[in-house]
């Protein structure tokens, strides 16, 4: 189960850390991926780290601004967002599953995410 929390509104320029706390089943062994969906289009792939942390991906659209991290003593994943622009709005999600998945986006399931909203 994977738990999201940490949007809320921001100016332009502002900064945001969000969490995704993972239960269950060994989940230091997955790979961990951010996205996000603004209503009316396609979920989009935001981030991914591997299970051992050290590959990283990004979308084209946050790289450069958005940080992707995990805490193994704590089962959680960050996503630091930094350089926030108005097109960074919207519903965060994150979900865990093979690297394939994770840059396609290609699950199934999809848990609660958190609101993030950037304005002026």
């Known amino acids: 189960q994977l738990v999201v929390f940490g949007g809320g509104s921001v100016q332009i320029g502002g900064s945001l850390r969000l969490t995704c706390v993972e239960s269950?089943?060994?989940?230091?062994?997955?790979?961990m991926g951010w996205f996000r969906q603004v209503p009316g289009k396609e979920r989009e792939f935001v981030a991914g780290?591997?299970?051992?942390?050290?590959?990283?991906a990004y979308g084209d659209s946050v790289k450069g601004r958005f940080t992707i991290s995990r805490d193994y003593a704590k089962n959680t994943v960050y996503l630091q967002m930094n350089s926030l622009k108005p097109e960074d709005t919207a519903v965060y999600y994150c979900?865990?599953?093979?690297?394939?998945?994770?840059?396609?986006?290609?699950?199934?399931?999809w848990g609660q995410g958190t609101k993030v909203t950037v304005s002026s």
């Open positions: 979900n865990a599953g093979s690297w394939i998945r994770i840059i396609q986006g290609n699950f199934d399931s």
């Open positions: 780290i591997s299970w051992s942390g050290v590959r990283t």
């Open positions: 269950g089943d060994a989940p230091t062994s997955y790979n």
